[in-house]
């Protein structure tokens, strides 16, 4: 009997100690995550300063595209896919500029058009950007509304 009690005890022990160490929780808030992260993000950017984003990673609000102030900067342009420039402007405005990377071979029209219905899709009261400060785009390549863009764009 002994020996079984030897061999139970330390089995609960483990079991109970694994699933109190299961409890991992997240103490800091998202600002504090994110300047620990060490990188720069749209909201750094001063006015008429500009910076590279990795995505549009916008949102809409009755019809108008919004872009996350924490999308981070990226140091270099992508030689891939699409080069999203932005623009700080006053007033939490941006405009966007778009073009493709160096060695991309992907369609602008088409990468174009699914941001767009990307960020139709992502309400911009959605969690996920509903902490973030929000930019207003008021213009990507230098066009105001997505059908003058897509005809504009080869």
């Known amino acids: 009997m002994t020996l079984l009690l030897k061999m139970i ?3 609960v022990s483990l079991c ?6 299961a409890e991992f929780r997240i103490t800091e808030d998202q600002d504090t995550l994110s300047r620990l992260r060490q990188r720069l993000t749209l909201e750094d ?14 949102c809409s609000r009755d019809g108008t ?11 270099t342009a992508p030689t891939e896919g699409l080069v999203w420039r932005v623009k700080r402007l006053q007033g ?24 767009m219905l990307s960020a139709i899709v992502n309400d ?3 969690l996920r ?5 929000l930019y207003q785009i008021e213009s990507i390549n230098g066009e105001a509304t997505s059908a003058a863009l897509l005809v504009a764009t080869p």
């Open 45 to 58: 950017l001063a006015i008429s300063e500009r910076g590279i984003v990795p995505s549009l990673a916008a």
């Open 16 to 21: 109970l100690a694994g699933s109190a160490s």
């Open 65 to 75: 595209l919004f872009v996350s102030g924490r999308n981070y900067l990226l140091e």
């Open 9 to 11: 005890v330390p089995l």
């Open 129 to 133: 950007f509903a902490s973030a400060p």
């Open 92 to 115: 939490d405005k941006v405009t966007v500029s778009v073009t493709r990377g160096t060695q991309s071979s992907v369609s602008m029209r088409t990468a174009l058009a699914q941001s």
């Open 124 to 126: 911009c009261e959605q």
